[in-house]
């Protein structure tokens, strides 16, 4: 069945860093749009950054210029390099694949101010 696995969140300064991978399996990623989404406290989930099979990106507004989504197709997983991190930023992220009503556990980012 379909799988997703997010990793890498965690808790970090402000102003830092973290790099979130998205482990996929039980599907051809390869042909997939992948996108990144987060659910901060009380708020609804939104959509960060997505990303084509020909890896043509777009990002949300707040994350353009400071997070990078990327893809490795041989290992099937999408990840999310997130720059100059802000409290704001705190959220359980979540991957999803366009076109599939599937989400995996998500993991916690946490940005200390």
């Known amino acids: 069945q379909v799988q997703l696995v997010e990793s890498g969140g965690g808790l970090v300064p402000a102003g830092g860093y973290l790099k979130l991978s998205c482990a996929t399996s039980g599907f051809d990623f390869s042909i997939k749009t992948m996108r990144w989404y987060r659910q901060r406290p009380g708020k609804e989930r939104e959509w960060v950054a997505h990303?084509?099979?020909?890896?043509?990106?777009t990002y949300a507004t707040f994350a353009r210029g400071r997070f990078t989504i990327s893809r490795d197709d041989a290992k099937s997983t999408v990840y999310l390099q997130m720059n100059d991190l802000k409290p704001e930023d705190s959220a359980m992220y979540f991957c999803?694949?366009?076109?599939?009503?599937?989400w995996g556990q998500g993991t916690q980012v946490t940005v200390a101010s």
């Open positions: 990303i084509t099979p020909t890896s043509t990106t």
């Open positions: 999803t694949i366009v076109g599939m009503p599937v």
